[in-house]
């Protein structure tokens, strides 16, 4: 079965850092891509892609709001895909989800793509 776990959320000062951790179990990880994405409060408000790594030659890619301070990272030895997010702003606040989709390789920051999500993780960055 697979399953997809976030952690490392939490409240942050603005300028701040966290790392968001990725780990799979019931399959690879380095076997697929995998996407960060997140969502923030309100109904309408769909899930906006935020980085992403394909599978082998693990070319990332990341949104334009995110890019020079989030990196994506894999860890084959413990199964994991970690979102180190620097120089955190208010508007990096949201629940965020790691996904994936078995036989997806590519990376793609669109959530259509994927159909295997964690559970997500809060994000506030607030002073």
């Known amino acids: 079965q697979v399953q997809l776990v976030e952690s490392g959320g939490g409240l942050v000062e603005p300028g701040g850092s966290l790392r968001l951790s990725c780990a799979a179990s019931?399959?690879?990880?380095?076997?697929?891509?995998i996407g960060w994405f997140r969502q923030s409060p309100g109904e309408e408000r769909e899930r906006e892609g935020v980085?992403?790594?394909?599978?082998?030659?693990?070319?990332?890619n990341y949104a334009d709001s995110v890019k020079g301070r989030f990196t994506i990272a894999r860890d084959s030895a413990k199964n994991t895909v970690y979102l180190q997010m620097n120089s955190l702003k208010p508007d990096d606040s949201a629940v965020y989800y790691c996904?994936?989709?078995?036989?997806?390789?590519?990376?793609?920051?669109?959530?259509?793509?994927?159909?295997?999500w964690g559970q997500g993780t809060q994000v506030a960055v607030s002073s």
């Open positions: 019931g399959f690879t990880l380095d076997d697929y891509a």
């Open positions: 996904a994936t989709s078995l036989g997806l390789g590519d990376c793609v920051m669109d959530p259509f793509y994927f159909n295997s």
């Open positions: 980085s992403c790594i394909s599978r082998g030659d693990d070319s990332t």
